[in-house]
C-alpha cells in the first residue's frame, strides 16, 4: 500500500505548519520524516492518519491511489503509534491490544476466540506475552511502546505511523527497539512512516529520509545522498558532525582566509559570499603543507574513543575552532603537541553561496 | 577553659529536618485546629441528633409518619431527581466541548458556568420570581393559559437546577483537560466510532471525577434551602422541601420534629462527605496510575 | 461552527457546545438578564431610593461587616487547619480532612437551627457565655458566628494544595541560610501562600454575602439591627415590594461579579506565581 502527499497545506491560526508539501511513499517503504522539532513532521504525519485535516483545498492524501482526504480516521485503517502512547490506562495490555478488534461493527468482529488468538500472536510478536493481564502503568517505557505498535498492528493496518517511536526512551532501549522494528519491517514488510527528530535513528533505521524544515520537505533521498549530498545548509547544520567555513565564491572555486580551495561545483550564485561545510572526517592534518590549499591552525586539545580520535583546532587568522575525526593510528603517527601549529587540507567540501536558502 | 567551640544547638537541641516543627508548636497547633473544628463542626453535628432524640426514639420516628414530612421527602427526591440527571447531562457535554476543542470564547464560557456559585441563592430564587411570577415579565402570558411557574413545582425544580447548575461541569472540565485527547484519538484510529470511544475510553477516565461531581450535586440538590424558600411559597404538604420543611417546624417551636428532619439531612451530608472522600481516594489512586503511565 | 475552530477528528463538538449553550441560556443567563431589564423599568432616583434608604445602608453594614471578619477568622484558623492537615500525622486526620467539607455538604437550615439552639441563652455553648454578657444569639455576633462556619472551607482548600506542592528544599535552603523557623514562615512560606490565602479569602467572603439558610434562624432579622441584605430582599419581595427587591439584587449582583472577577485575576495571579521558575 502506497501513501501520496499531494501539495498538503495545513494552518494554525497564523502560523503555516505545512507549506504545500508533497511526498510519495513506495509500498513496502520504511520512510523517515526527519527534523526539527516545529518543522511540522508530527503534523504531516496527523494528516496521513487523519487525526489532522488539511486546509479546505490544501492538498489530498492518497492511499493506493484512492483519496482519503476526507475519510475519517476510524475508517483509513492506518496503524498509529502515538509519541507518549495513549495506552488506555483503565485496560490490561491485552484489552489494548484487542481494542480495535472488539469495537469492530458485529458482523465483522472475530469472535472471542479469534479475538484471542489474534491478540496472542501480537503480545508474542512483541515479547509480552507475560505481561498480558497488566495495566499499562506496571510497565516500563519500552514494554510500553511495544503494547502500543501490537495496538496499531491488531487492526491488521494498510500502512504504519509512528510518531517519535523512541523518543521517550533511554539510549540502551532506544538501541534495542530500533533494532527489532528493522526486523519486524522485514518481516511483515508494512509500508511504513516514521517521525524523529534524531538524525541517526533516521539515517540508520529509514530505507529513505524526507529532511523537513518550517513546513516545507527540504530533501528526500535514500540515507547515503542525504548524508553524501545534502541538499542544503539547512540539511547540512541538521545532520550535524559538519565544520561551517565563511568565504567567497571566486571563478568556480571558494576562498577561505585567503586560501583558495577546489569547491568541485558551487550550488547557487557565483562571486558572492560563500558557506563552505567539510566534515570532520573530511579533513587531513599535516605538519608541513603541501601546496597552497591549507590553513594553519593551532593544536587545542584531542581525545581518542575507540579506534576514533577527535582533534579539536583553532585556526590561526579567525580563531574559529575546526573539528577533525581520524584514526587512533593517523594521530599516533603525528605525534601531536598540544599549541602546536598545524596545516588543514580539505579532502572534499561543498560550497553553498551565502544567499541560498537560509 | 574548653578551647574547642562548640556549636550550639537550638531549639531544644533535637536533631531535626528543616521542614520538621517543634513537638510543642506541632500540639499546639493541632489542639487549635482540633479546638476550632470541634467547636464550629462537631459540636453543631452532634446537636442535631442530640435534639433530634431528646425526647426518645418513638416522637422521633413519629415525625416520619406525618404524611406532610413524607410530602417533603417526596419533593426533595423529585428535585434531585430532575435537577442531577440534567446537570449532569449538561456537564457532561460542556466538558466534551471544552476539554476536547480548541474554540474562541472558551474562556468567557468558564466563567459563565461558574456564574451560579457567586449568585446569592435569594437572588437566585428572585430571578424566576422576576420572570415567571405574577408580575413577571412571563407572568400574564403563563395566567392566561393557567400555568403556574413560581409557588408550584416547577419553580421549586428551575431554583434548584439553577443553584447546582455547574457542580458536574466544574468537576469534569479540568479533568478532562488534564487528560487531554491522545487516548480518543487512539481509539479513533483504531476505528471505534464516536459512542463507542466515549463509552469505553472516555467515560472509564472520568467516572471518578464524575461521580464526585453528582454526589456534589445531589447533597446541594437536597438541601438547598434560600433559592428554592423564595420561589416555594411553603404550601404545606405541596411545595415544600425538606430544608423548608425543617423551617416551618422549627418556627412552630416543634424542636423535636425540626431537628428529625434536620436530622436527616444531616445523614445525607454526613454520607456525602464519607463517600466523597472515598471517592477522592479512588480518584487519587486511579490519577497516580495515569501519571505513571504517561510519563517514561 | 467550522470558522469558530480546527476541523478535529473527534467528533460531536457542534452537537455538545450547542447544547451547552442553549441550556446556559435557559437556566441562567435568561434569568440573570431579566433582572438587570427588570431594573431598567424604574427611574434612576427610584433606584436610588431603594438601594440607599437607612435600613439597606444598615443591612450591608452587617452583611460586609459580618463577612468581612468571618473572612479574617477564616484566613487564620484556615492556615493553621491546612498547615496541620498537610504537615502533621496524627489520630483522626483523615476524619478531620473530611469534616472539613462539612459546611460545603450540610443544608444551609439544618447550620442555621444547629447553631441557633448551640448559641441560645439556654444551649449548649450559650449557656455557657451567658453569664460572660456575651450573647450570640440574635446579634450581629450571631450573624459573624453563622457565616464563620459557612466559610470555613474555602481557606483550607484553597490553602492545602499549594501547601502540599511545596518543595522541602524551599525550606532547607533558608535553614541552611541560617533562618530559624519563624523566619522561613515569614519570609518564605507566607508570601508563597498568600495568593491561595487572598482566593481562600474572597471564594468565603462572596459565599458569606450571600448566605441566607444559615442566618436567617441565628440573626433574629431585627431590622437595622441584624437584617442580612439578602433577607431584605426576601422582606421586599414579601411585601409585593418587586422594584425595590430587584434593585437591591441588582447591586448585589454586581458585587457578586465583581469579587468573581478579583478571584479569577487572584487564580492568575496564583499560577503566574506557581510557575516553576
Given at each position: 500500500?502506497?501513501?501520496?502527499?499531494?501539495?498538503?497545506?495545513?494552518?494554525?491560526?497564523?502560523?503555516?505548519?505545512?507549506?504545500d508539501?508533497?511526498?510519495?511513499?513506495?509500498?513496502?517503504?520504511?520512510?523517515?520524516?526527519?527534523?526539527?522539532s516545529?518543522?511540522?513532521?508530527?503534523?504531516?504525519?496527523?494528516?496521513?492518519?487523519?487525526?489532522?485535516?488539511?486546509?479546505?483545498?490544501?492538498?489530498?492524501?492518497?492511499?493506493?491511489?484512492?483519496?482519503?482526504?476526507?475519510?475519517?480516521?476510524?475508517q483509513?485503517?492506518?496503524g498509529?503509534?502515538?509519541?507518549h502512547?495513549?495506552?488506555?490506562?483503565?485496560?490490561?495490555?491485552?484489552?489494548?491490544?484487542?481494542?480495535?478488534?472488539?469495537?469492530?461493527?458485529?458482523?465483522?468482529?472475530?469472535?472471542?476466540?479469534?479475538?484471542?488468538?489474534?491478540?496472542?500472536?501480537?503480545?508474542g510478536?512483541?515479547?509480552?506475552?507475560?505481561?498480558?493481564?497488566?495495566?499499562?502503568?506496571q510497565?516500563?517505557?519500552?514494554?510500553?511502546?511495544?503494547?502500543?505498535?501490537a495496538?496499531?498492528?491488531?487492526?491488521?493496518p494498510?500502512?504504519?505511523?509512528?510518531?517519535?517511536?523512541?523518543?521517550a526512551?533511554?539510549?540502551k532501549v532506544?538501541?534495542?527497539?530500533?533494532?527489532?522494528?528493522?526486523?519486524?519491517?522485514?518481516?511483515?514488510?508494512?509500508?511504513?512512516?516514521?517521525?524523529t527528530?534524531?538524525?541517526e535513528?533516521?539515517?540508520?533505521?529509514?530505507?529513505r529520509?524526507a529532511?523537513?524544515r518550517?513546513?516545507?520537505?527540504?530533501?528526500?533521498?535514500?540515507?547515503?545522498?542525504?548524508?553524501?549530498h545534502?541538499?542544503?545548509?539547512?540539511?547540512?547544520?541538521?545532520?550535524?558532525?559538519v565544520?561551517?567555513?565563511?568565504?567567497?565564491?571566486?571563478?568556480?572555486s571558494?576562498?577561505?582566509?585567503?586560501?583558495?580551495?577546489?569547491a568541485?561545483?558551487?550550488?547557487?550564485?557565483p562571486?558572492?559570499?560563500?558557506?563552505?561545510?567539510?566534515?570532520?572526517?573530511?579533513?587531513?592534518?599535516?605538519?608541513?603543507?603541501?601546496?597552497?590549499?591549507?590553513l594553519?591552525?593551532?593544536?587545542?586539545?584531542?581525545?581518542?574513543?575507540?579506534?576514533?580520535?577527535?582533534l579539536?583546532?583553532?585556526?590561526?587568522?579567525?580563531?574559529?575552532?575546526?573539528?577533525?575525526?581520524l584514526?587512533?593510528?593517523?594521530l599516533?603517527?603525528?605525534?601531536?603537541?598540544?599549541?602546536?601549529?598545524?596545516?588543514?587540507?580539505?579532502?572534499?567540501?561543498?560550497?553553498?553561496?551565502?544567499?541560498?536558502s537560509? | 577553659?574548653?578551647?574547642?567551640?562548640?556549636?550550639?544547638?537550638?531549639?531544644?537541641?533535637s536533631?531535626?529536618?528543616?521542614?520538621?516543627?517543634?513537638?510543642?508548636?506541632r500540639?499546639?497547633?493541632?489542639g487549635?485546629?482540633?479546638?476550632?473544628?470541634?467547636?464550629?463542626?462537631?459540636?453543631?453535628?452532634a446537636?442535631?441528633?442530640?435534639?433530634?432524640?431528646?425526647?426518645?426514639?418513638g416522637?422521633?420516628?413519629?415525625?416520619?409518619q406525618?404524611?406532610?414530612?413524607?410530602?417533603?421527602?417526596?419533593?426533595?427526591?423529585?428535585a434531585?431527581?430532575?435537577?442531577?440527571?440534567?446537570?449532569?447531562?449538561?456537564?457532561?457535554?460542556?466538558a466534551?466541548?471544552?476539554?476536547?476543542f480548541?474554540?474562541?470564547?472558551k474562556q468567557?464560557?468558564?466563567?459563565?458556568?461558574?456564574?451560579?456559585?457567586?449568585?446569592?441563592?435569594?437572588?437566585?430564587g428572585?430571578?424566576?420570581v422576576?420572570l415567571?411570577?405574577?408580575q413577571?415579565?412571563?407572568?400574564?402570558?403563563?395566567?392566561?393559559?393557567d400555568?403556574?411557574?413560581i409557588?408550584?413545582?416547577?419553580?421549586?425544580?428551575?431554583?434548584?437546577?439553577?443553584?447546582?447548575?455547574?457542580?458536574?461541569?466544574?468537576?469534569?472540565?479540568?479533568?478532562?483537560?488534564?487528560?487531554?485527547?491522545?487516548?480518543?484519538?487512539?481509539?479513533?484510529?483504531?476505528?471505534?466510532?464516536?459512542?463507542?470511544?466515549?463509552?469505553?475510553?472516555?467515560?472509564?477516565?472520568?467516572?471518578?471525577?464524575?461521580?464526585?461531581?453528582?454526589?456534589?450535586?445531589?447533597a446541594?440538590?437536597?438541601?438547598e434551602?434560600?433559592?428554592?424558600?423564595?420561589?416555594?411559597?411553603?404550601?404545606?404538604?405541596?411545595?415544600n422541601?425538606?430544608?423548608?420543611h425543617?423551617?416551618i417546624?422549627?418556627?412552630?417551636?416543634?424542636a423535636?420534629?425540626?431537628?428529625?428532619?434536620?436530622?436527616?439531612?444531616?445523614?445525607?451530608?454526613v454520607?456525602?462527605?464519607?463517600?466523597?472522600?472515598?471517592?477522592?481516594?479512588?480518584?487519587?489512586?486511579?490519577?497516580?496510575?495515569?501519571?505513571?503511565?504517561?510519563?517514561p | 461552527?467550522?470558522?469558530?475552530?480546527?476541523?478535529s477528528?473527534?467528533?460531536?463538538?457542534?452537537?455538545?457546545?450547542?447544547?451547552?449553550?442553549?441550556?446556559?441560556?435557559?437556566?441562567?443567563?435568561?434569568?440573570?438578564?431579566?433582572?438587570?431589564?427588570?431594573?431598567?423599568?424604574?427611574?434612576?432616583?427610584?433606584?436610588?431610593?431603594?438601594?440607599?434608604?437607612?435600613?439597606?445602608?444598615?443591612?450591608?453594614?452587617?452583611?460586609?461587616g459580618?463577612?468581612?471578619?468571618?473572612?479574617?477568622?477564616?484566613?487564620?484558623?484556615?492556615?493553621?487547619?491546612?498547615?496541620?492537615?498537610v504537615?502533621?500525622?496524627?489520630?483522626g486526620?483523615?476524619?478531620?480532612?473530611?469534616?472539613?467539607?462539612?459546611?460545603?455538604?450540610?443544608?444551609?437550615a439544618?447550620?442555621?437551627?444547629?447553631?441557633?439552639?448551640?448559641y441560645?441563652?439556654?444551649?449548649?455553648?450559650g449557656?455557657?457565655?451567658?453569664?460572660?454578657?456575651?450573647?450570640?444569639?440574635?446579634?450581629?455576633?450571631?450573624?459573624?458566628v453563622?457565616?464563620?462556619?459557612?466559610?470555613?472551607?474555602?481557606v483550607?482548600?484553597?490553602?492545602?494544595?499549594?501547601?502540599?506542592?511545596?518543595?522541602?528544599?524551599?525550606?532547607?535552603?533558608a535553614?541552611?541560610?541560617g533562618?530559624?523557623?519563624?523566619?522561613?514562615?515569614?519570609?518564605?512560606?507566607?508570601p508563597?501562600?498568600?495568593?491561595?490565602?487572598?482566593?481562600?479569602?474572597?471564594?468565603?467572603?462572596a459565599?458569606?454575602?450571600?448566605?441566607?439558610?444559615?442566618?436567617?434562624?441565628?440573626?433574629?432579622?431585627?431590622?437595622m439591627?441584624?437584617?442580612?441584605?439578602?433577607?431584605?430582599?426576601?422582606?421586599?419581595?414579601?411585601?409585593?415590594?418587586?422594584a425595590?427587591?430587584?434593585?437591591?439584587?441588582?447591586?448585589?449582583?454586581?458585587?457578586?461579579?465583581?469579587?468573581?472577577?478579583a478571584i479569577?485575576?487572584?487564580?492568575?495571579?496564583?499560577?503566574?506565581?506557581?510557575?516553576?521558575?
Amino acid at each position: 500500500m502506497s501513501i501520496e502527499v499531494q501539495h498538503v497545506t495545513k494552518r494554525f491560526g497564523a502560523f503555516t505548519a505545512l507549506d504545500d508539501v508533497s511526498l510519495k511513499v513506495e509500498t513496502g517503504e520504511l520512510v523517515a520524516l526527519l527534523g526539527p522539532s516545529g518543522s511540522g513532521k508530527t503534523t504531516l504525519l496527523r494528516i496521513i492518519a487523519g487525526l489532522d485535516f488539511p486546509e479546505p483545498g490544501g492538498g489530498q492524501i492518497l492511499y493506493h491511489g484512492q483519496d482519503v482526504t476526507d475519510l475519517p480516521a476510524s475508517q483509513r485503517k492506518a496503524g498509529f503509534a502515538f509519541q507518549h502512547y495513549a495506552l488506555f490506562r483503565h485496560l490490561t495490555v491485552f484489552e489494548n491490544v484487542a481494542f480495535g478488534l472488539r469495537v469492530r461493527p458485529r458482523a465483522t468482529r472475530p469472535d472471542e476466540r479469534a479475538i484471542r488468538q489474534r491478540v496472542g500472536e501480537l503480545l508474542g510478536l512483541v515479547q509480552l506475552g507475560p505481561l498480558a493481564q497488566r495495566l499499562p502503568a506496571q510497565l516500563s517505557g519500552g514494554q510500553r511502546q511495544r503494547v502500543s505498535l501490537a495496538r496499531a498492528l491488531a487492526v491488521e493496518p494498510r500502512v504504519l505511523l509512528l510518531d517519535e517511536p523512541f523518543g521517550a526512551l533511554d539510549a540502551k532501549v532506544r538501541k534495542e527497539l530500533r533494532r527489532w522494528l528493522r526486523h519486524l519491517h522485514e518481516e511483515i514488510h508494512l509500508t511504513t512512516l516514521f517521525v524523529t527528530h534524531d538524525q541517526e535513528e533516521a539515517l540508520e533505521l529509514a530505507s529513505r529520509v524526507a529532511i523537513l524544515r518550517e513546513g516545507r520537505i527540504e530533501q528526500v533521498g535514500s540515507p547515503e545522498t542525504i548524508y553524501e549530498h545534502p541538499a542544503s545548509p539547512f540539511v547540512y547544520d541538521f545532520l550535524g558532525n559538519v565544520n561551517l567555513f565563511r568565504g567567497r565564491i571566486e571563478q568556480g572555486s571558494v576562498r577561505i582566509g585567503g586560501v583558495r580551495f577546489d569547491a568541485g561545483g558551487v550550488i547557487g550564485s557565483p562571486e558572492t559570499a560563500a558557506l563552505a561545510f567539510v566534515r570532520p572526517h573530511d579533513i587531513r592534518v599535516t605538519r608541513c603543507g603541501k601546496g597552497q590549499s591549507t590553513l594553519p591552525a593551532r593544536v587545542v586539545r584531542f581525545h581518542t574513543v575507540g579506534p576514533v580520535a577527535h582533534l579539536d583546532l583553532e585556526r590561526l587568522d579567525d580563531r574559529s575552532c575546526v573539528s577533525v575525526q581520524l584514526s587512533k593510528e593517523e594521530l599516533q603517527d603525528l605525534s601531536l603537541q598540544v599549541g602546536e601549529v598545524v596545516q588543514v587540507e580539505f579532502r572534499k567540501v561543498r560550497v553553498f553561496s551565502e544567499d541560498y536558502s537560509i | 577553659m574548653n578551647p574547642t567551640p562548640r556549636l550550639s544547638r537550638t531549639e531544644g537541641g533535637s536533631r531535626r529536618r528543616a521542614t520538621h516543627d517543634p513537638r510543642w508548636m506541632r500540639a499546639l497547633l493541632v489542639g487549635a485546629a482540633f479546638l476550632f473544628l470541634g467547636l464550629f463542626l462537631f459540636v453543631p453535628l452532634a446537636s442535631v441528633f442530640a435534639h433530634a432524640l431528646a425526647k426518645g426514639i418513638g416522637p422521633y420516628l413519629e415525625t416520619f409518619q406525618d404524611p406532610v414530612t413524607l410530602s417533603a421527602i417526596r419533593l426533595t427526591l423529585i428535585a434531585a431527581a430532575v435537577a442531577v440527571p440534567l446537570n449532569t447531562l449538561f456537564g457532561v457535554c460542556a466538558a466534551w466541548a471544552i476539554a476536547k476543542f480548541d474554540f474562541r470564547g472558551k474562556q468567557v464560557l468558564l466563567t459563565l458556568i461558574d456564574l451560579p456559585f457567586s449568585v446569592s441563592p435569594v437572588i437566585s430564587g428572585l430571578i424566576y420570581v422576576l420572570l415567571f411570577g405574577a408580575q413577571g415579565w412571563l407572568g400574564p402570558w403563563l395566567a392566561e393559559r393557567d400555568l403556574q411557574i413560581i409557588f408550584a413545582i416547577p419553580g421549586i425544580l428551575l431554583a434548584t437546577l439553577f443553584v447546582t447548575f455547574p457542580f458536574v461541569a466544574r468537576e469534569l472540565i479540568p479533568l478532562m483537560q488534564a487528560q487531554g485527547r491522545m487516548e480518543e484519538e487512539a481509539a479513533m484510529v483504531l476505528g471505534a466510532s464516536g459512542w463507542k470511544t466515549w463509552w469505553r475510553v472516555t467515560l472509564p477516565n472520568i467516572k471518578w471525577g464524575l461521580l464526585y461531581g453528582i454526589i456534589l450535586c445531589n447533597a446541594r440538590a437536597m438541601g438547598e434551602f434560600g433559592a428554592v424558600s423564595v420561589v416555594s411559597g411553603h404550601i404545606r404538604g405541596q411545595t415544600n422541601t425538606l430544608p423548608l420543611h425543617v423551617e416551618i417546624l422549627y418556627n412552630e417551636y416543634n424542636a423535636v420534629a425540626a431537628f428529625a428532619v434536620a436530622s436527616l439531612l444531616t445523614l445525607l451530608a454526613v454520607l456525602t462527605l464519607a463517600l466523597k472522600s472515598w471517592v477522592e481516594g479512588k480518584q487519587a489512586a486511579s490519577l497516580a496510575a495515569a501519571s505513571a503511565a504517561t510519563s517514561p | 461552527m467550522r470558522h469558530l475552530r480546527q476541523r478535529s477528528v473527534l467528533p460531536g463538538f457542534g452537537l455538545t457546545l450547542g447544547y451547552s449553550l442553549l441550556y446556559l441560556g435557559l437556566i441562567v443567563l435568561i434569568p440573570l438578564a431579566s433582572t438587570f431589564l427588570k431594573t431598567t423599568t424604574l427611574s434612576w432616583s427610584e433606584f436610588w431610593a431603594a438601594v440607599s434608604s437607612p435600613r439597606v445602608v444598615a443591612s450591608y453594614r452587617l452583611s460586609f461587616g459580618a463577612s468581612f471578619l468571618a473572612g479574617l477568622v477564616n484566613c487564620l484558623a484556615g492556615l493553621v487547619v491546612a498547615w496541620v492537615l498537610v504537615r502533621y500525622e496524627f489520630w483522626g486526620k483523615r476524619l478531620v480532612d473530611a469534616l472539613v467539607d462539612l459546611p460545603f455538604a450540610l443544608p444551609t437550615a439544618v447550620a442555621g437551627i444547629a447553631l441557633t439552639t448551640l448559641y441560645a441563652r439556654t444551649g449548649w455553648i450559650g449557656a455557657w457565655l451567658e453569664p460572660l454578657g456575651i450573647s450570640v444569639a440574635f446579634t450581629p455576633l450571631g450573624v459573624f458566628v453563622a457565616l464563620t462556619f459557612i466559610g470555613l472551607p474555602f481557606v483550607v482548600r484553597t490553602v492545602q494544595p499549594v501547601l502540599q506542592d511545596l518543595e522541602p528544599e524551599l525550606e532547607e535552603a533558608a535553614a541552611s541560610l541560617g533562618a530559624n523557623r519563624w523566619q522561613t514562615f515569614r519570609r518564605i512560606l507566607l508570601p508563597v501562600l498568600r495568593p491561595a490565602l487572598l482566593t481562600g479569602f474572597a471564594l468565603a467572603f462572596a459565599r458569606a454575602l450571600g448566605e441566607y439558610g444559615s442566618v436567617v434562624f441565628i440573626s433574629g432579622n431585627m431590622p437595622m439591627k441584624t437584617e442580612i441584605t439578602p433577607l431584605l430582599i426576601i422582606t421586599k419581595l414579601e411585601q409585593y415590594d418587586y422594584a425595590g427587591a430587584t434593585a437591591l439584587a441588582a447591586v448585589m449582583l454586581v458585587i457578586s461579579f465583581a469579587l468573581l472577577l478579583a478571584i479569577n485575576l487572584l487564580h492568575w495571579w496564583g499560577s503566574r506565581h506557581h510557575a516553576p521558575a
